[in-house]
């Protein structure tokens, strides 16, 4: 009977492909970032040995790339002829451009060079992927005939990487900026110096480079877990000056901006082990060998001024960009509380404390880099205590930094965590690369408006753009760096450059699919999760069933009850919610018309216990940051991960008693009662000490020894008739002394309630 199935499909695809033969005027146009206009025109332009380009001075970079891009993708060499021309076009924007393909020829209109190059990185990607690793072997190739009308909804478009937990080699940040600018993006911001390591050389401090730049050791594992261990090894190194330079020009040719950002004053633990007058205290401390927030930063007295002054005038003799980023985040200020200077600073300068003598910090380096004809921009913590005259304001702590900065009209660049931190896991599967936490997955970039509604017409202007951060402390290598930022900087590219009215998550990830080869002729370690399957269960009618879905719409879910993994024809293919009637282990995987298995086996578990799909209620809301699916997701069959909290299962509530009810419909005879408590005592998650049951007739207590295990089972066993049940969980209450967030209140984390 399958084999019937499959023929049957075999014929009706042949039948399909066939269509497609005759159609190729239809031939699809897939350009990341989504263009402003494009329309697709009858025929198509050969590619081939009698091709030529004509070009003059304007267009030097933007022809010369296309010429080699052609030349070194494939057999191919240019004709000195004007079948491909670059014309001047005033009338366009400075990046904007027009791509006009038709049989004859191809003609690229810009105002500027860099314009043109974005209509090059259009045609680009309107060639086979082949073309990117020089493996494009025929003689020639077919464009379709289209024009695009293009331009950028925002003049910033950024990427970020940090190289102070990790530096990465000249080529790979060369590398990184030629994929910047294959997406049309213009700014690389590179964050040079941290308290794990200072990565510029500056001539005038060489124990930057013999001290700052090389930490003793490493943390293992995530920060969180506990205690702490180290690797042992030293780890470290520094760009050089000539590295440097080589780096602006090749991103110049690229046009690509590269902002550098030099911490101050916090995240400056590195500079100040090498030069501990540089703190307020002169205590020699080490180059920071875990992550977080350190608590030695600069001491604003003179010295400091000369030293950063300095720093800084190297700096700018080496980026020519207009902005230099001064950092200003995290900046601790108990040093500065316990310093006699600071505090005799704040009197003589009349300051109100420790955020106004940050803010005259900032406006000190500011006045020195206008003194030069730069502007800085600054993380969002530089809004406290009053912001630098002149300053832009990089909003990373969600989006108020912007709303205030936009308001106090300075220029704002977009970068909240929510958004563009793509250092956060971009899944809940559980064999994701460790990872410093969140949960920014592809669609949620995609959404990304840079414009907060709270901003008027005219404050909006100030909103410059956006940018994807790469924040490196889990990232030991560039394919684990490459693996966090593709895909979603795809997706930032298309919110920083196409207009929201054009956006489309279906057909982004359509051109996501295809855009796959390249990223693989180019040698770049994308994550892939479009073919990964996502369940949940449904109670409709007190009917439950299990939906399966993934993102891309293209392909086959094959599953299986059986237990063993499903195969693609000889397993149902799933078309609508499976009947959940029992308890049972569902399999699924995604597979291609050929019965390729595209996903990892997805497995779920369901047990269908007594309070599966029951009503149940809680007297609080669990934490915004930790909803998991509500109340249900306690009674829905189905457990957390063993590892971590987050996650769609466990429900996170911190410092609230919590009183769950559940009511299972009719009187019904229980046995046992089980759950389970996250206890990662590090991340101020405890376990409660005490648990009261309440049936209709009679209440139980339950004592919880303390533990140190991260998950902590209870279970009550008794032997009552009952239609209601009542949970009551005490908080744990204040986290003791010596613990990690002493003081603070105690989070609860619990897990499906099963009633059996
Ligand atoms: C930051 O993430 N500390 C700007
Ligand atoms: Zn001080």
């Known amino acids: 009977m399958h084999y019937k199935k499959i023929l049957l499909a075999l014929v009706f695809m042949s039948f399909l492909f066939n269509c497609k033969e005759v159609d190729k005027l239809t031939k699809e146009v897939l350009i990341i970032p989504q263009p402003l206009e494009q329309t697709i025109n009858k025929g198509e332009f050969i590619l081939n040995a009698s091709t030529g380009i004509d070009y003059d001075e304007n267009f030097k970079i933007s022809a010369e790339f296309l010429k080699s891009y052609i030349e070194e993708g494939s057999k191919l060499k240019l004709q000195e002829n004007n079948t491909i021309s670059f014309i001047k076009d005033d009338g366009l924007t400075d990046e904007g451009y027009t791509l006009e393909i038709s049989p004859n020829n191809i003609k690229i209109k810009a105002k500027t060079d860099q314009g043109a190059f974005y209509a090059v990185q259009s045609l680009r990607q309107l060639l086979p992927p082949e073309f990117e690793n020089g493996t494009f072997e025929e003689n020639e190739i077919a464009i379709p005939s289209v024009t695009i009308k293009d331009k950028p909804q925002f003049s910033y478009r950024g990427m970020h990487l940090d190289v102070g937990r990790h530096m990465f080699s000249v080529d790979f940040i060369k590398k990184y900026i030629d994929a910047l600018a294959m997406l049309k993006m213009n700014t690389f911001h590179w964050h040079l110096t941290e308290d794990q390591g200072w990565r510029i050389e500056i001539k005038k401090y060489p124990k930057l480079q013999e001290v700052a730049a090389y930490r003793n050791e490493t943390l293992i594992g995530h920060y969180n877990d506990q205690p702490h261990q180290f690797d042992d090894n030293q780890y470290g190194g520094y760009y050089t000056q000539e590295e440097v330079k080589a780096i602006v020009a090749y991103a110049q040719s690229r046009f690509v901006t590269v902002i550098p950002e030099i911490e101050l004053p916090g995240h400056s633990q590195a500079a100040i082990a090498a030069y501990p007058e540089l703190g307020c205290t002169g205590v020699q401390v080490e180059v920071a060998t875990k992550w977080g927030v350190f608590e030695d930063i600069y001491c604003p007295k003179e010295e400091t001024f000369a030293f ?140 990304f408006n840079p414009i907060p509604e709270e901003l008027t017409q005219e404050e909006a202007k100030y909103v410059l753009g956006a940018q994807g951060n790469i924040w490196t402390e889990y990232m030991k290598t560039s394919e684990h760096v490459e693996y966090m930022a593709f895909p979603r900087i795809l997706a930032m590219s298309e919110v920083v450059w196409s207009k929201p009215e054009n956006k489309s998550y279906p057909d982004f990830v359509k051109r996501v699919e295809d855009f796959h080869k390249r990223l693989d002729a180019l040698n770049i370690n994308y994550a892939n999760h479009l073919y990964e399957i996502e369940g949940k269960l449904v109670s409709n009618d007190k009917r439950l069933s299990f939906e399966l879905s993934n993102t891309s719409n293209n392909n086959h879910i094959a599953y299986s009850i059986d237990g063993k993994e499903p195969v693609y024809l000889l397993y149902p293919e799933y078309e609508k919610p499976i009947t959940v009637d029992k308890s049972m282990t569902i399999k699924a995987a995604t597979f291609n018309s050929n019965g390729k298995q595209l996903s990892s086996i997805f497995s779920q578990s369901i047990n269908l216990h007594k309070a599966v799909g029951k009503t149940i209620t809680i007297n609080k809301e669990p934490h915004k940051s930790y909803p998991g699916s509500g109340a249900n997701g ?114 609860t984390f619990i897990d499906e309630i099963i009633i059996n």
């Not at 950063?308 to 980023?325: G, K, Q, R």
């Not at 009674?635 to 769609?648: A, E």
């Not at 996250?678 to 004592?703: C, D, M, R, S, V």
């Open 308 to 447: 950063l002054e300095d720093v800084l005038d190297e700096v700018l003799a080496l980026f020519p960009s207009e902005y230099i980023h001064i950092g200003g985040d995290e900046a601790p200020k108990i040093r500065w509380n316990n310093c006699e200077h600071c505090q005799a600073l704040i009197k003589k300068e009349g300051l109100k404390g420790e955020h106004e003598l940050q803010s005259y910090f900032i406006s000190k380096i500011e006045k020195h880099l206008n003194s030069k004809g730069r502007q800085i921009i600054g993380w969002d913590e530089i809004l406290e205590g009053g912001l630098a005259p002149n300053a832009t304001v990089m909003s990373w702590r969600g989006i108020n930094g912007a709303i205030e900065a936009a308001k106090q009209h300075h220029n704002v660049v977009m970068t909240p965590t929510s958004h563009c931190y793509f250092d956060y896991y971009q899944s809940e599967n559980e064999n994701e690369p460790i990872a410093i936490g969140g949960f920014l997955p592809l669609e949620k970039v995609y959404s």
């Open 634 to 747: 306690l009674v829905n069959g189905i457990l957390g991960s063993d590892s971590r909290y987050g996650g769609k299962e466990w429900l996170g509530f911190w410092g609230d008693d919590i009183e769950i009810t559940i009511d299972l419909g009719v009187e019904t005879e229980i046995n046992s009662i089980k759950t389970r408590f996250h206890n990662g005592n590090g991340q101020w998650i405890y376990a409660p000490t005490e648990i009261e049951f309440e049936f209709e007739n009679e209440t139980k207590h339950l004592k919880i020894p303390e533990s140190k295990d991260n998950l902590v089972n209870i279970a009550l066993y008794v032997k009552v008739k009952t239609r209601i049940i009542t949970l009551k969980i005490a908080n744990y209450g204040t986290i003791p002394e010596g613990k990690q967030g002493d003081g603070n209140k105690a989070w």
